[in-house]
């Protein structure tokens, strides 16, 4: 007997094809721009500190529909414009930070140019392969491939479209988190410790000297760590317990002994505080961690990559009808085609006339490299388009991809025999881009599966996303700049060793005169030092020296001695960029062979037993390389989600309970007029089963059926306050960054302007007061968690 298969049914958007809606009005881009401007520099911030992104989509969905519904009458489609537009500056932040702070551990400068160059080639290769792949990916395979950011985000559109607000709530995390930043952060008021500390040395036998906890008590990572959720934030947090109160403690116990210098290290360990061992000898072991990890999680991904693959070759070609719907219009592919080849004309004049300072190569070889960008980007393009529909975008391994990348280009400049300094940043380059290019590629892909859901038009989300690339550009590279700068110190060598300007060692280079005439010392526990004659030093760069840790440092020109460091804020303790520093390490390994492999060795080995042991590793290492700082506030947000998600789902039962055996009762009182039903309830407040004084009565109360509702979890209080944390943490805390470079730029200019901030003697500026105060923020986390929506 035959069979017959109903076929599924047709896919309808919430805003049917037939109807139009203002969609990509002027307002929206506006708007949309500047909320890519506000949330790429967020990204930028929080990830270089934290190691860690968050999607914005959501957030600015939110606060788009509440801006706009001031403004006038709004359209759900208008709306999608917004959180499209604005998400771009998120997906571009993220794959700059993944890989150009690396050209600062090479000994380059972040050049402005470089930075928006390449974000401009990564962000439109990011968005012009994934038009032709749109129709395959997002419609059909639309039961396959969920993309779970795109679909919750179309729920939140659809849900202030049928009414409510949520924006209030983000407000509200906004407006607390500003103000705690605003008087705990060290770049502005300062009015309590940052970070409070504890540093170990217990007892006579110095127990746990070496150790330390502290924390970066900041309404960001307090946000990141309730997003991320308990558990990811545990991992981190054993990585960091591990570094921080095992590794450490261990290098001073078996190395306080030694009177020379261990290599890294060019101080004895008994004269290191917790942040030189940390910087010294557990940063190399994070690194080589780190990298093990991503190579794990790549080749963890391989078949997924290959399927991803197989799929897009093996998919059917759409027939091009003569009329389409206002839905399927996607930019036409003489757009896409005649866009790369502009766009390998462009990198090609770029790499050739701009080239990296000593890595000038000829013409043919900037346009393989040219070609090998558009290649590996189409793959990865591909690739990720792919995955994040399965696993979203938080646990897509564009860090994996990016790796692969810088391997396979890092070979070819090896059998070239370019292996200087100059073309490990070449090979930035090249992996930059890529890396750009993937990142953009799956929030693109989320923010075509969002349209695809709500009814909108492709071809305008798709031009959105290019003009929100191109607007997020400016502020990106100014963020870098900018956090470089006002995070940087400069340090007295503990032992001033004597370097040989005219003929300088291996692993040595000469950048010429210090230009600054003024510098300030802030060496910990001694007072500043002003240094008003700068331009007396020499500036060398240290890659690869077995006798200094990589990094830049001052001589001075009369006696030939190293006597100041320079350390860059991007790469410093507080803003620790794992991720550049990975794509570093795997460059300078391949091309240089100079890293400290034992040290990048024992990271490997870590994570293989780590991997044996059954744990994903790839966040542990992230946490092992960053700094317990950064670790244990971010756990203790997850901390506050575990609490808040615990609490709600009691509540949730209990509140489930009462209106079932209040139902229960109804059915029963109505069915049996007269009846005596009584509801009762336990000490918790739990109600108990009703209770009938008829035996017949009360069988039929406990065989009633079940009662059944649907909860709303599409939109959690709790992480709608989250972000409003993050935002907070992330403007206010630029605005110090700001505040530090206009201080700078005063002093250079012989002027005295400085912010009034509160002095370290204040009766407040005590680390207690900085717990408490944390705690506080905490509090109010955990109480807005679990405070309803109003969704009236």
Not at 412 to 427: R, Y
Request: net charge neutral.
């Amino acid at each position: 007997m035959a069979t017959t298969s109903t076929p599924p049914p047709v896919f309808k958007p919430f805003v049917p094809a037939e109807e139009s809606r203002p969609e990509l009005t002027v307002r929206a881009i506006v708007i949309g721009a500047l909320f890519g401007i506000l949330f790429g520099a967020v990204t930028v911030y929080v990830g270089l500190k934290a190691g860690l992104t968050v999607a914005a989509s959501i957030p600015i969905s939110v606060l788009s529909i509440s801006i706009l519904r001031v403004l006038g009458k709004s359209s759900i489609l208008e709306n999608n414009i917004v959180q499209t537009t604005g998400n771009a500056g998120q997906s571009i932040a993220s794959g700059v930070i993944y890989t150009l702070p690396a050209l600062i551990f090479l000994g380059f400068d972040l050049e402005y140019a470089r930075i928006f160059a390449l974000a401009l080639f990564g962000g439109w290769i990011g968005v012009l392969f994934m038009i032709p792949l749109r129709r395959q990916l997002i419609v059909e395979e639309h039961g396959a491939l969920l993309y779970p950011e795109g679909t919750a985000c179309a729920d939140v559109l659809i849900a202030g479209e049928r009414g409510g607000s949520f924006a209030s709530r983000i407000f509200l995390g906004m407006g607390l988190g500003s103000l705690y930043t605003l008087f705990q952060n060290e770049n502005l008021f300062g009015l309590w410790p940052s970070t409070p500390t504890k540093d170990f040395d217990i007892g006579p036998q110095h127990l746990l000297k070496g150790g330390s906890i502290r924390a970066d008590a900041t309404p960001e990572y307090l946000g990141v760590g309730y997003i991320i959720g308990i558990r990811v934030a545990g991992v981190m947090l054993a990585g960091g317990v591990f570094s921080w109160l095992v590794l450490m403690p261990a290098i001073y116990f078996f190395g306080s002994h030694l009177q020379h210098p261990l290599y890294p290290g060019t101080v004895p360990i008994a004269q290191m505080s917790p942040s030189d061992l940390w910087r010294t000898y557990v940063r190399p072991m994070g690194a080589g961690a780190v990298a093990a990890a991503g190579c794990l999680t790549l080749l963890r991904t391989v078949p997924t990559i290959v399927g991803a693959l197989m799929g897009s070759l093996k998919a059917k070609k759409a027939a091009v009808t003569a009329q389409r719907s206002r839905t399927s219009h996607d930019l036409p592919n003489s757009f896409v085609y005649g866009g790369s080849v502009l766009l390998v004309a462009i990198m090609w004049a770029f790499l050739y006339f701009k080239p990296v300072p000593g890595a000038q190569v000829g013409a043919w070889a900037n346009l393989a490299a040219s070609l090998l960008i558009v290649v590996f980007g189409f793959l990865f393009v591909t690739v990720s388009a792919r995955i994040v529909g399965i696993v979203g975008s938080s646990a897509s391994p564009v860090s994996g991809m990016t790796i692969a990348t810088l391997m396979a280009t890092a070979a070819i400049f090896l059998v070239q025999g370019w292996t200087a300094p100059a073309f490990g940043a070449l090979a930035i380059t090249v992996g930059g881009v890529v890396c750009i290019a993937a990142s953009n590629a799956g929030d693109t892909a989320q923010d075509l599966k969002t349209g695809f859901l709500i009814g909108a038009t492709p071809w305008k989300t798709q031009l959105a996303v290019m003009i929100g690339v191109v607007v997020s550009m400016f502020v990106i590279g100014l963020t870098l700049n900018g956090m470089n700068k006002a995070l940087e110190s400069f340090h007295r060598m503990p032992v001033a060793m004597t370097l040989n300007l005219q003929s300088l060692p291996e692993g040595f280079q000469d950048k010429g005169v210090f230009p600054r005439p003024h510098i300030a010392i802030t060496d910990t526990g001694k007072p500043r030092e002003e240094v008003n004659d700068a331009t007396r030093y020499e500036l060398v760069n240290a890659i690869g020296s077995p006798t200094l840790e990589d990094g830049k440092y001052l001589v001075d020109r009369a006696t030939g001695k190293v006597e100041i460091q320079w350390v860059q804020g991007i790469g410093s303790e507080k803003a620790a960029a794992p991720q550049g520093r990975l794509m570093a390490t795997v460059i300078n390994g391949i091309l240089s062979h100079k890293l400290p492999w034992s040290l990048v060795l024992l990271g490997v080995a870590l994570v293989l037993a780590v991997e044996l042991a059954g744990v994903r590793s790839l966040t542990l290492a992230v946490g092992a390389y960053l700094s317990i700082a950064t670790t244990l506030a971010i756990f203790c947000g997850g901390l506050i989600r575990w609490m808040a998600d615990a609490a709600i789902a009691k509540a949730r039962a209990r509140d489930r309970a009462k209106r079932e055996a209040e139902l229960v009762a109804a059915r029963l009182s109505a069915a049996h007029p007269g009846a005596d039903v009584v509801v009762t309830y336990d000490a918790a407040g739990v109600p108990l089963t009703p209770q009938s004084t008829n035996d017949e009565l009360q069988a039929a109360v406990t065989d009633n059926e079940p009662f059944t509702d649907l909860e709303n979890d599409e939109i959690s209080p709790g992480s709608l306050f989250a972000s409003g944390l993050i935002a907070a943490g992330g403007i206010t805390g630029l605005m110090g960054v700001v505040v530090r470079l206009i201080e700078g730029v005063s002093e250079s200019n012989g002027g005295n302007w400085l912010l009034p901030r509160f002095s370290e003697t204040n009766p407040l500026h005590h680390d207690p007061v900085a717990i408490v105060m944390f705690a506080l923020l905490a509090f109010s986390l955990y109480y807005f968690a679990r405070k309803p929506l109003d969704t009236k």
